[in-house]
């Protein structure tokens, strides 16, 4: 399996308030991305980074930011969090170019109550 | 819109049957279909396809590419109860686009 640790890997909380969610590689993979899956949606990008400092949205980015500010982790904040944010979040990261495969982690769910 | 469509939502066999799963795509600047098997965690990589027409076997599993029709097709032969899962696949292009999955459940 690839080197990827999220933390923490359930959390309940409270609408309005701020989470932040870790993703954490030892591959040393240049490229990281956040994703969301939801029951007939399927996973969908949030945001990814193709380097430290560097980081671009997906398609579902509204309500979330991100950060990298080294290469083997990228943060997930959801600034005040709301219910329509419940969901499970994975993390996956690739190698060194956008289309290589991409292997993903453990997954987080989240509760917003 | 990037779009990634797979049929049928959900399956049920019995031990021992063969299985395929259908993955249609449409893609701005198509690069390359992924499958991956989803059991109770994270989706783990199954397949990556670029060509056409150049199957991928894994064991009992197999997948195709046809980049003409834009679909691809996942094959699963004698299964096991340990093949029970969300098959998903993904059109690659600048980006992951991924389908909703089909459910795969195989009775003893």
């Known amino acids: 399996d690839a080197g990827i640790t999220q933390s923490p890997r359930h959390k309940v909380t409270e609408t309005g308030t701020p989470v932040t969610l870790r993703c954490h590689q030892t591959?040393?993979?240049?490229?990281m991305y956040w994703y969301r899956q939801d029951p007939g949606h399927g996973l969908r990008l949030i945001h990814y980074s193709y380097g430290v400092k560097d980081t671009d949205k997906g398609e579902v980015s509204d309500g979330y930011s991100v950060s990298r500010s080294k290469t083997e982790d990228f943060l997930l904040t959801l600034e005040s969090a709301t219910s329509s944010q419940t969901s499970v979040y994975f993390c996956a990261i690739s190698e060194g170019l956008p289309t290589d495969t991409q292997y993903f982690g453990p997954g987080t769910r989240l509760t917003v109550l | 819109e990037d779009k990634v469509v797979q049929s049928p939502l959900s399956l049920v066999v019995h031990e021992g049957d063969t299985v395929t799963l259908n993955c249609s795509y449409e893609?701005?600047?198509?690069?390359?279909l992924l499958w991956y098997k989803q059991e109770k965690k994270a989706p783990t990589f199954l397949f990556m396809l670029?060509?056409?027409?150049i199957e991928k076997k894994s064991g009992r599993l197999s997948s195709i590419l046809d980049k003409k029709e834009l679909f691809s097709i996942l094959n699963i032969t004698a299964t096991q109860t340990g093949d029970s899962a969300i098959y998903l696949c993904?059109?690659?292009?600048?980006?992951?686009?991924f389908g909703t999955g089909t459910r795969l459940t195989i009775i003893p």
């Open positions: 591959e040393n993979h240049r490229y």
């Open positions: 993904a059109a690659h292009d600048e980006k992951l686009t």
């Open positions: 670029t060509s056409s027409g």
């Open positions: 893609v701005t600047n198509f690069r390359s």
